[in-house]
């Protein structure tokens, strides 16, 4: 993933970050638990990012890049 699609990423509004962050996840046919243990987040976490109520810049570019 480059820095472009990154910034653009996080640009977005958190609902629009969230769909495309669980859009991203069930594409690639990811649980929530092996997404956690991908990016070493909690799956707390994981779901707070894809619900729009966690917008951690540094977390959303984790979860991306193990889902690119």
């Known amino acids: ?3 472009s699609s990154t910034h653009s990423i996080l640009l977005k509004g958190p609902a629009q970050t969230a769909g495309s962050l ?3 996840r ?7 638990t092996e997404l956690a243990i991908a990016t ?3 799956e707390t976490e994981i779901r ?11 977390y959303i570019r984790r979860i991306k890049s193990a889902l690119a």
């Open 48 to 58: 707070l990012a894809e619900e729009g109520q966690m917008q951690n810049p540094d």
């Open 1 to 3: 993933m480059d820095i």
């Open 26 to 32: 069930l594409a690639k046919g990811y649980s929530v």
């Open 40 to 42: 070493g987040l909690t």
């Open 22 to 24: 669980l859009n991203a």
